[in-house]
């Protein structure tokens, strides 16, 4: 037993000598493992450890993980896999007896231009003979191969050329072109330059520190060409102005540019230089510090089509031998996209506004197509994409009417051109029979309710029907027939008009609404919504859409942006019978002839449509500015379809002001 006891406690150890001799030591295949598993989890240091003395000696610690680092990081390495085969015990014992191994394995890893992957053969060699710890030889190999003998890694991005946007006769209304960069020769200054600074700098809208700091870089020499602005050619005046100074000169460098300029800006937008919160708010790779992204407008709606993929390559160059290609991937330009927009009829109708703020939309009545987005006053799209002054954004912002709103896309009141709409409602619920007349006395009406009276502008000699109501625009009997329709029918009448609904455009526009909380709660509001006060609230292209089901049996189209969209598209379908429609046209053609919009009759063609005017109150018994409207239409061709807008027409001749435009408009756009 005492025997049996001995060689237990000889054995345990013996045991425990040999483990606490052998634990530092490994086999050639698990050190090149711990090492991999370190590289695929980026623990340089950890890499490091696994080095040889020799090694060590050529690279400190620091010095090594930082390159890795760097490297990484510039490249953005992720999914870093390395895999190698186990060594067979006859290759295992040959090792040994020579003190060294080598031992092929494969790398792949994803970067920023793509996946990269290589195979290299790792030098293992025996340290200690004794306690056979082995170690690897490292070179700048194990980085990339094409790194072994020295080398530098460059990147090389080939941008995406970004997309156009074309109207529906692939006329551009925003495209890659030469632009004029500005520069300045500091050696060409005069001795005293405050004054041509000052020139250069009101001619480019740029401050004069701007100019200065540029200037004042480290590597800018007397002879060196300094960057300041860019200029589109449509500057042409600021162009001769500028080339006029000794010290600029001018180079042609691609740009963004906006044939329409201000007639487009708020539809079309701009592009500038990406943000880090635009970065950072995108997919990982998608943008780097150097690239443009759209900031408004369709450039910003499209981004996503229009600004294409750069290419990007990841090369190793080392002199006198042949670039080694890491990782390549290839450009992928920018898709253009077409729109219905009529480039012509968007810049007449931006124009016909002169001075005056307002809105207005035109579309092709029997497709749904828009064909013009204006909104009044605008900006020139190019200070924003090549860069706006402080000064002059602050003008832009501080200007009372507003021109960086866009209006086409925000609702207003619609005053009277709301009254068709009400007529449809009613004609569809069987709540109005137009040829029944009502007998309404006086200018006045308050239906018994208390601090309250509706008004109408001119009396009716005898009983009112639809279309004398609306060839004289008569507010009483409209809030009269709304309330016979009730509240619950007129709202159901008005969501079947699309009110409270999302538009359905590839544009995003703010949706037309009821009023504040999206109902009507009392008859008041009731009476006030049907001639398009109280808080009803819709965009001009809604409005404009209100009008197709007169001219499409009783169908409301769907408006289209894209030439890509279905066209003729029902948005909400039986709004009124064929009859009913083709009645409320009738009455449409007679507003112009006997009514309140006959200051839109040409002799060039017949002319349909309502004016309205919407006033601005805080209540009854204040003074407020009105807005104006007028949605007109040629009444044999009906191809083309305006509801514009104006705002504060009260000095101006109300609606009628609106109306002599768009007629106009209409004579000019269908002659050319």
Not at 219 to 226: I, K, N, Q, R
Not at 228 to 257: A, F, N, T, W
Not at 476 to 483: R, S, V
């Amino acid at each position: 037993m005492k025997k049996s006891l001995a060689l237990i406690f000889y054995v345990t150890l013996l045991l425990f000598f040999i483990t606490a001799c052998s634990k530092d030591q490994t086999s050639p295949d698990e050190e090149l493992d711990t090492y991999m598993t370190h590289w695929s989890e980026e623990s340089f240091d950890k890499m490091y450890d696994s080095l040889s003395d020799d090694v060590k000696s050529e690279h400190t610690k620091e010095d090594f993980s930082e390159r890795y680092e760097k490297i990484y990081t510039d490249m953005e390495i992720e999914d870093i896999e390395v895999t190698f085969e186990n060594l067979t015990k006859e290759e295992i014992t040959n090792a040994y007896e020579e003190g060294q191994v080598s031992i092929p394995f494969s790398a792949s890893m994803t970067s920023l231009a793509g996946p990269i992957s290589f195979d290299y053969e790792a030098q293992l060699s025996l340290a200690n003979e004794d306690e056979e710890i082995w170690h690897i030889e490292w070179d700048p190999g194990f980085i990339f191969p094409a790194l072994k003998n020295g080398g530098k890694i460059s990147f090389q991005v080939d941008a995406a050329e970004r997309g156009s946007i074309l109207d529906r006769d692939q006329i551009p209304l925003a495209m890659n072109d030469i632009v004029f960069e500005i520069g300045i020769i500091p050696g060409n200054l005069p001795d005293n330059p405050d004054n041509e600074l000052q020139t250069i700098a009101n001619l480019l809208d740029v401050s004069v520190a701007s100019i200065e700091n540029e200037l004042a870089l480290d590597w800018v020499g007397p002879d060196s060409y300094v960057p300041i602005s860019k200029v589109p050619k449509s500057k042409e005046d600021i162009l001769v102005e500028l080339v006029e100074i000794d010290s600029v000169q001018q180079r042609e460098v691609e740009g963004r540019v906006y044939p329409l300029g201000e007639a487009a800006a708020h539809l079309i937008g701009y592009i500038g230089d990406v943000s880090a919160e635009d970065i950072e708010n995108a997919e990982p790779g998608t943008y780097t510090s150097q690239d443009v992204i759209g900031k408004r407008g369709l450039e910003l709606v499209y981004e996503d089509t229009l600004r294409g993929e750069s290419g990007m390559k990841i090369v190793v160059t080392n002199e006198g031998e042949e670039d080694v290609v890491l990782a390549e991937t290839p450009k992928k330009d920018g898709e253009d996209i077409e729109i219905t927009i009529n480039s012509f009829v968007q810049q007449e109708m931006y124009e016909s506004y002169g001075k005056e703020a307002g809105t207005a939309s035109a579309i092709d009545p029997k497709t749904g197509e828009t064909l013009a987005l204006v909104s009044s006053p605008s900006f020139d799209p190019h200070d924003f994409a090549y860069g706006i002054s402080q000064d002059k954004r602050e003008k832009l912002e501080n200007d009372k009417q507003q021109p960086l709103l866009n209006r086409f896309s925000a609702t207003f009141a619609p005053g009277s051109v709301m009254k068709p709409i009400s007529a449809a409602i009613g004609l569809k619920d069987g709540s109005l029979d137009p040829n029944e007349g009502i007998e309404i006395n006086g200018l006045t009406w308050d239906n018994g309710w208390e601090d309250y009276q509706i008004k109408r502008v001119s009396e009716s000699n005898k009983p009112v029907d639809l279309p004398d109501a609306l060839k004289r625009s008569d507010n009483i009997y409209f809030a009269m027939k709304a309330i016979d329709a009730g509240i619950d029918s007129y709202s159901k009448g008005l969501h079947n008009f699309g009110f409270e609904e999302d538009f359905p455009f590839a544009y995003p526009f703010t949706k037309s609404s009821i009023s504040a909380d999206g109902k009507i709660d009392n008859e008041v509001l009731l009476a006030n919504t049907s001639y398009g006060q109280g808080e009803v609230e819709i965009s001009s292209l809604h409005l404009a859409l209100s009008y197709t089901p007169f001219l499409n049996d009783g169908n409301m189209l769907k408006p289209t942006l894209l030439t890509s969209e279905e066209t003729g598209e029902v948005w909400n379908e039986d709004l009124l019978s064929k009859e009913d429609a083709e009645l409320v046209q009738d009455i449409l053609h007679q507003v112009v002839e006997e009514g309140t919009a006959a200051k839109a009759q040409r002799d060039a063609f017949d002319i349909s449509g309502k004016t309205g005017t919407a006033e601005l109150k805080v209540s009854s018994d204040a003074e407020g500015h009105d807005n104006g409207w007028f949605v007109g239409y040629p009444t044999d061709d009906q191809d083309i379809l305006i509801a514009m807008m104006i705002e504060e027409v009260e000095d101006l001749g109300a609606s009628g002001f609106v109306a002599e435009k768009v007629a106009d408009l209409l004579v000019k756009i269908k002659k050319d």
